[in-house]
T-cell receptor
């Protein structure tokens, strides 16, 4: 089975520009999460998409937006780039299952290798 | 707010020595806990996870971790370090069971001394 793939791997933008990052989820996974990892820090949760709808959002401003497509791939869009947006952006896919009580049970997250964004 | 704290941003051990990476969590409800490893220029790989079953969890590459509720800890250990263990290690916690949001610690960089 194919793993999580992200593109581009590296990109450089200038302040005020917009960027789109792409993620193809692992085969059979219907949930995609995005994380921002600044240099020397742990990843920070941006948001998650499940069945094409946002399902949870971290402490990020509205200029961070996303999409999930019917094939479960996803995009992360960042508008009006700021210098502090420079980071490694990680995508992770998973396939939650239904628990005994009927609620969703998390599946293991499989991470891609990330897109490294530099904002000048 | 729920969080994890990793004590020691850098840990160095000799090859063959015990590896101990510390993680403490804050929570008012039982959490799910995870350890991930990140090699240079790569994404995160799951080492092991605690999901309220056995308190001693065994993972890949000879790593294990013990959930201690009384100490709110989930420390990662490996009896004998190998050069290939050099990497960044992240402890993470999940509380919101409506989604897969993970809250990560700041990471511990493990260096292996030959």
């Amino acid at each position: 089975e194919t793993g999580v793939t992200q593109s581009p791997t590296h990109l450089i933008k200038t302040r005020g520009q917009q960027v789109t990052l792409r993620c193809s989820s692992q085969s059979g996974h219907n949930t995609v999460s995005w994380y921002q990892q600044a240099l020397g820090q742990g990843p920070q949760f941006i948001f998650q998409y499940y069945r094409e709808e946002e399902n949870g959002r971290g402490n990020f401003p509205p200029r961070f937006s996303g999409l999930q497509f019917p094939n479960y791939s996803s995009e992360l869009n960042v508008n009006a780039l700021e210098l502090d947006d420079s980071a490694l952006y990680l995508c992770a896919s998973s396939r939650p299952t239904m628990g005994l009580a009927g609620g969703r049970v998390t599946g293991e997250l499989f991470f891609g290798e990330g897109s490294r964004l530099t904002v000048l | 707010a729920q969080s994890v704290t990793q004590l020691g941003s850098h840990v160095s051990v000799s090859e063959g020595a015990l590896v101990l990476l510390r993680c403490n969590y804050s929570s008012s409800v039982p959490p799910y806990l995870f350890w991930y490893v990140q090699y240079p220029n790569q994404g995160l790989q799951l080492l092991l996870k605690y999901t309220s079953a056995a308190t001693l969890v065994k993972g890949i590459n000879g790593f294990e971790a013990e959930f201690k509720k009384s100490e709110t800890s989930f420390h990662l250990t490996k009896p004998s370090a190998h050069m290939s263990d050099a990497a960044e290690y992240f402890c993470a916690v999940r509380y919101n069971f409506g989604n897969e949001k993970l809250t990560f610690g700041t990471g511990t960089r493990l260096t292996i001394i030959p």
